[in-house]
Every structure is written in C-alpha cells, then in structure tokens.
C-alpha cells in the first residue's frame, strides 16, 4: 500500500506516530503486545475512545446476540485483548477489569451494513451544472458516523472513489482514523448509458473482464454490477470475480433477477423494486424507464405467481438479497424523515436541498411509492420467511437524507415494520451480513472467542426496537468509542466531506 501524503503531513512532529508510539512502548511492550487485535491508535483516534484497557467487563446487561436466541438478562460480558472471554450471569469481573454498569441496557453485536457506500450526494449548488448528481466520498464524515451509530463492520457496495476508499481502509485498520471494517467493493461496474460521470462505463464483456482483473489487483474484494450492465458484461465480470473467490452483486436494470440468478450473481441489491422483468415490454439487455417499472409493480402483490415464483428461484439459486428500505422511504410521500439528528449532521447548502425535496415528494399525490414500499416490505419477508439470505444496509443516495450510521439503524426499524421480530431484524442485520462476507467466525454475533465488536444501547430494543438509536458506547476489538463525540466531530459536513 503507497504512502498517502495525507499521513506524512499528519500533526506529529517529524517521526511518524506509529514510530513513536514504538519508542514509548520501550518498557511497556510486554502490555502493549497484549493487544494483538488491535492496532495502536493514532492521536486523532485516541480522542474518540473512551475506554482502552487491555480488560473491560460489561455487567447487568441484556445480551441480545444476533444468532436470533431470545434475550439473556443480567450478563457479564468479559472483553480482553479486543475480543469476548466471558458471557455468563454469574461471572464476578476480573479483578483487573474497567467494569462498566450495564443495568437497564442491552448488548448487541455490532451491526454489519451490507449496503454502505462512503459517498453522499453533493448539494446542487449551480443549477446549471451539467450533471444532475455528483457523489463526493465522505472520507471524513461518514466512517466517523458509521462507527457512532454501532456498524463495525460494512461492505461499501459500489464506488465513486474506489481509491479513496482503499485508502480509508488503510487508514482505519492501522488505527489511524476511527472507522467501521470496511469491505471495500470496486467501481461501479456500469454499461453504456451512466447516469453518473463519476461512473466508468463498460465498452464490452473483455472490460468488464480486464476492468474486474485490475480492481482485485489493487485490493477491491467485492463487485456490484450496475444498471445498464448487459448480459455479456455482467457474464464476463462474474466469471473473473469467481475465479478469484470474490462475490459479485448487483443493482440491476436491464438484466431481470432471474437472468441474473442464471449467470450466477451472488447477491440483489434493494429488492423486487429495481427487478424490471415484469415491466410490459422489457427489452433484453435494455434498461426500461424507471416509472415504468414503478407504475408496474405498484399493480402487483407478493402473493403474484410470479413474484413467489421468483422467490423460490432466488433461493434455489442461493441468491442473497439486501434490503435497503430507508432510501427507499425517503420517495414515500409523507414518510421521508425530519428528524434533529439528521438534519444536523447535514451541510447547510445541503440540509436546505434536502427539505425542499423533501417537500416536493410530499406534495405528490399519484406517487407509486406508498404501494411499491408495501410490496417490498412482503416482498423481503417472504424471502426470508421461506429461506432466503436477507442482508441490510441503508443506501445513502437518492436526494439525501440518508444518513451513514443513522440510516442503518433505520434499516433495523423497517425490517421490523416489514413483520420481522425485533431479534430477527437484528439477526438480518448482523450476523447474516458476517456470513455472507466470510467474518462469521471472527465477527457478527455475542460469542466466546470473536471480536469484541458489540453496541451499548440504553433501553431494551427486544421490546421497543426505537431504542436501537440510543447508543451509549460502540465497541470495535474491544475499544470503547464515545458516540457523542464522533457524531461532534462530524456534524454539519455531510454533503461536503
Ligand atoms: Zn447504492
């Protein structure tokens, strides 16, 4: 991995921080090799830690675990060298534990956000732009929001910066920004036809080879196929992917679900409400008028032969499909969230373009949204109910408003409105994301001997799944950020950085 200038110009003097942090670390390496989880954390990082101690212990909790297991009240949660030791009601704390009282609290794993792109769409400040949208990284806020919000661990899902967020992830495994475990997928893999300039457009299926060929070479470990993707291309990319064991998604348009299923895909962005197949005149490899699609699947149900046939057919195919309700929301006339935290964390200039928008989706009044959001919802249920792979994620697009971290925690609420209990909406939000990444041993759930990645929330989201939001402490290898002060830090840039 190159040198970012960015780190040689870093606020320590002329040694890097690492090497200094070495040479205070003569005499106390004995501790300091304790952490063989977690990497030294930078000065920067350092101020959004709350609690660093080799060994911490969570008592009086309540354990929710993400494998779907009814709560456990009154727990001792033990952490040691960034991973979990002990879960037990009786257990005393060691005596060299920083005890934490967790009376009135519960513990989940750390969410997994399967759909969580760094980037936010720029505020249209020059109305005569030539592009409609941009989608600047949020290399500063967001994996700051992530992490405040409880996601430890995400899957970036499509880039517009796919350098920038190598580099990201470079920076927070090494400790030298606070962040969730990124799983970095590469550039959009886009057809002809792009809607945004930030995406490359494939020429043919030997681009999509080479394009898919040079993104691994340079650390990408995950692809998502876009839009006007054709069948050949999207044939060529998987077959690249797959040779190397790398997974292949896909926010799909002019490939159907069930062609791609048949090519091999391994995962469905957002659900039967980009699935154009059922639109009346689909074209084979053409990408049919968003409204379209829309006006078609507000006429249908889940109980449709043909979408409880596409079900079974996604699952025998072992085709996961990731929800991202809360972009979704945001086009249902009344629905679209006004909420303090959310707007706050917004850039002015963006905040403003956000209401206004906002306002426009509320005035519509022969909008398909209300029913397609319906259907959906069934439409996720039922895949799940009947054996399907359901992941989560927020998709922080559309016309904002979608915030990283805030969004993820709505994901969980919808998933729970869509008819889930709230331990399987966390189940979905957790433990099936480490799955389907391959980090089901390391991470994902509330068990003896992984990561000590978990959320402190205050109130009991098993009963009241709102309390999600209330987080008090995130930990990631076992160290306590403060939520407070990431959330400080990054308020009012979002739109910007
Ligand atoms: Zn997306």
Redesign the pocket.
Known sequence: MRMAAHRIAATLPSVGWKTRLAIACIGFCAATTLWSQTPQLSATTQQFVKYRQPVLAITHVRVIDGNGLPAKENQTVVMRDGRIVKIDAAVQPPMEATVIDGSGRTLIPGLVGM?D?MFYPSPKVNPQASYSSILPEQASSFPKLYLAAGVTTIRT??STEPYTDLELKHDIDTGYIPGPKMHTTGPYLEGQGAVFPQMHELADAADATATVNYWIGEGATSF?AYMHITRAELTAAIAAAHARNIKVTG?LCAVGFSEAADLGIDDL??GIVVDSEFTPGKQPDICPDRQLVLANLATMTVDDPRIQHLIKYLISKHVAVTS?LP?FETWVPGRAPIVPRILDAMLPEAKVEYLAQRDRVNKTTDSPWPKVFKLEEDFEHAFAKQGGTLLA?L???GYGGVIAGYGDQREVELLVESGFTPLQAIQIATINGARFLGEDKATGSIEVGKAADLVLVNGNPDKNINDIENVELVFKDGVAYDPAKLIKAANGTVGLR
Do not use: A, Q, R, W
């Open positions: 759909h792109h899902t499509g998502k926010h962005e957002h991202t972009i994620g998709d922080p697009t």
